[in-house]
């Protein structure tokens, strides 16, 4: 790997300075899924304007849950149709020639349909919106992953709000498929940015995680023990250490090289 190592930290030349790598919930699952495509992404820096179509269909609802919310603070309270014209603005202004489709049989109005029905699931379910109070929308978090502040970890949280209870809830928005409770790696994700929370605001005790899989309209909601967050902190410290050591970043051939946005200077795909 490029750099120098410094306490266990990947340290990289840039002109006359050093620049300490900060990790993120999608380097770690980038690594995770396959240690070439990390590679290609975070050590290679390969430009790549290839934009899978479920990406690009899940920004969008993001943007439309992020207008939902901040529109609430200014005290106005969005009709479900006015939301489902501002995605398909969005849509439409986003667009671009590089997003693919890989899942044969499907086509952009498909796609362009489901995130429609995961935004109409949303609406239906949360209406009127005033379950919790947002304190956080779509905001950055960073901290040292270690006293000494060699590792730091950052994410953008989708929405953090405050229930009358004093209860801090971080929402996650999914608008995958899957019709299942949080796996690890989002069980992470979200553990971590729980950290990154109460490293802000040390006064907050109680908080809960919930992952909305928008495509169901399924909300899971979960509480992590102080000794489950020191466990998740200690195994992203081991995935951080198996990335720094690493030397060969092999390919990893799934069914996921359909969407991955390095097929072109992939030696494993044969597509």
Not at 137 to 145: G, H, I
Not at 164 to 189: A, F, V
Not at 197 to 219: A, D, I, K, W, Y
Request: net charge negative; charged share 30%.
């Amino acid at each position: 790997m490029r750099g120098q190592e410094l306490d266990g930290c990947i340290i990289r030349d840039v002109g006359q300075h050093l620049e300490i790598v900060t990790y993120s919930h999608s380097r770690l699952a980038t690594f995770t899924q396959c240690a070439l495509k990390y590679r290609f992404r975070y050590v290679d820096d390969i430009p790549t304007q290839r934009e899978s179509i479920e990406a690009f269909a899940g920004k969008r609802v993001h943007n439309v849950i992020e207008k939902l919310y901040r529109d609430l603070w200014d005290g106005r309270l969005n009709r479900n149709d006015e939301l489902r014209d501002f995605y398909a603005f969005r849509w439409e202004e986003e667009w671009h020639q590089h997003v693919h489709v890989a899942r044969a049989g499907e086509t952009v109005d498909d796609h362009f349909s489901y995130g429609l029905d995961c935004i109409d699931n949303f609406y239906r379910e949360n209406h009127p919106f005033n379950q919790s109070r947002t304190v956080m929308l779509e905001e950055k978090v960073e901290f040292n992953l270690d006293p000494g502040g060699w590792r730091r970890f950052q994410g953008y949280i989708d929405r953090v709000a405050s229930r009358p209870d004093g209860t801090y809830e971080i929402h996650d928005y999914k608008t995958s498929r899957s019709r299942r409770s949080p796996g690890t790696s989002e069980l992470r994700q979200l553990s971590m940015y729980q950290v990154g929370v109460q490293s802000m605001h040390p006064e907050v005790r109680n908080v809960e995680l919930v992952s909305h899989f928008l495509c169901t309209g399924e909300v899971f909601r979960r509480q992590q023990a102080q000794t489950d967050l020191v466990k998740i902190v200690q195994d992203a410290h081991q995935l951080i250490d198996d990335i720094e050591s690493e030397r060969w970043f092999r390919a990893n051939v799934t069914p996921l090289c359909n969407w991955c946005e390095f097929q072109e200077v992939c030696p494993a795909c044969s597509f």
